[in-house]
């Protein structure tokens, strides 16, 4: 069977990190023997300024029919803030359903972090984001816009069937991990309607007698992000801030150049990105860091049920970062189809 992957390279950066990621998927699939398809899409910035469409009528739909979506990056500031970002990812995220935002955390070698003294055994950890709900659901308004009487209110909101399948997810994955630890983080002593997850965790959690159960208010957790990375095996958390706080973790384990992200319904046709923005100012000149792509690639090899390829191309990564070839994750560090031709090396190697 031949796997459908639909490709969007998107805006800035993200055609070539995506170039890229699919440099190392072929690489993958010859040495360990699956076909696949891929279908390229233009949209984004530039397709939506020549077109006026940002994903055409029926695409969302379109997507069921692939087994994933791997996608670059979206962002440009010559349109109008967030525009296309909800217009592409957003509504992928949500027309999709794609209710976990997977982010793994891990530290492959101590030159990489920017803590002192922290090494990869410090920093092993994944976040589970809600990415349904909270401020993104959309719920916002203004009202007496442009006037001196204007307010503006965005409305965090939270279901227990939205907030029990992400807590569900992280003891899931809390019990194929040798630590079996969750912590949930959220800021219930200030947000009040985040007590659900308070409620919802500490119910879901006696379903999992063998998992730790922990917790932490974000701002703590931001703390401890820091000074205890190691403290971290399993967290699950709210929309808002795991956005934020994967910013964190992404430079804990080595920069944004590194961070790789799923947006997964489990079963269904899922997408994969990096968690870095477009960074307009290094497109086209062969220095952006595609390691967060291939990442991306790695995480949608599992998904899609190729856990051989998933497994060869996670070894091929830790190798490669933890190895001196590879100096920094900063951008420019090294060339963007140099980093690509190293991972392909390196899965060449061990096939
Ligand atoms: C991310 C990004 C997006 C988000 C933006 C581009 C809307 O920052 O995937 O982390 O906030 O979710
Ligand atoms: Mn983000």
Redesign the pocket.
């Known amino acids: 069977m031949a796997y459908d992957i639909a490709a969007l390279g998107g805006d800035g950066i993200g055609p070539e990190v995506v170039r890229e990621g699919l440099k190392v998927l072929a690489a993958v699939a010859e040495t360990t023997g699956f076909t696949y398809n891929v279908t390229e899409f233009p949209f984004g910035t530039e397709h939506y300024l020549s077109t006026g469409v940002i994903l055409p009528e029926g695409q969302i739909e379109a997507f069921r029919d692939f087994d994933a979506i791997l996608l670059g990056a979206?962002?440009d500031p010559r349109v109008e803030v967030?525009l296309i970002?909800?217009g592409i990812?957003?509504a992928i995220r949500w027309d999709l359903d794609l209710y976990i935002?997977l982010r793994p955390i891990k530290l492959y070698h101590e030159r990489l972090c920017p803590l002192k003294g922290k090494t990869p055994a410090d920093v092993d950890m994944i976040f589970i984001r809600e990415n349904t709900e909270d401020a993104?659901a959309g719920m916002h308004g203004f009202v007496h816009k442009g006037s001196p009487l204007e307010v503006s209110t965005q409305t965090m909101v939270y279901s227990r069937a939205g907030v029990e399948r992400a807590i569900r997810y992280a003891f899931e994955v809390a019990m194929t991990r040798p630590r079996k630890q969750v912590t949930l983080i959220d800021k219930a002593n200030a947000v009040r309607a985040q007590d659900l997850w308070t409620r919802t965790f500490a119910e879901v959690g006696e379903e999992y007698p063998d998992i730790k159960c922990d917790h932490a208010y974000v701002d703590a957790a931001c703390m401890w992000m820091v000074k205890n990375p190691e403290w971290f095996d399993v967290a699950v958390t709210t929309?808002l801030f795991g956005?934020i706080i994967?910013?964190l973790g992404a430079m804990v384990q080595g920069g944004m150049g590194i961070a790789a992200?799923g947006n997964i319904h489990p079963g269904q046709v899922s997408m994969f990105?990096s968690?870095h923005?477009s960074a307009p100012k290094y497109k086209d000149q062969n220095k952006a860091n595609p390691i967060a792509t291939i990442a991306a690639v790695q995480m949608m090899l599992v998904h899609i049920g190729e856990a051989e390829a998933g497994k060869l191309l996670d070894t091929a990564l830790a190798n490669l970062l933890s190895g001196d070839r590879v100096t920094s994750m900063n951008a420019g560090a090294h060339a963007t189809d140099a980093l690509g031709d190293m991972v392909v090396e390196e899965v060449r190697r061990l096939g």
Do not use: A, V
């Open positions: 979206i962002g967030g970002e909800r990812i957003g935002n993104y929309n956005d994967t910013d992200s990105e968690i923005g």
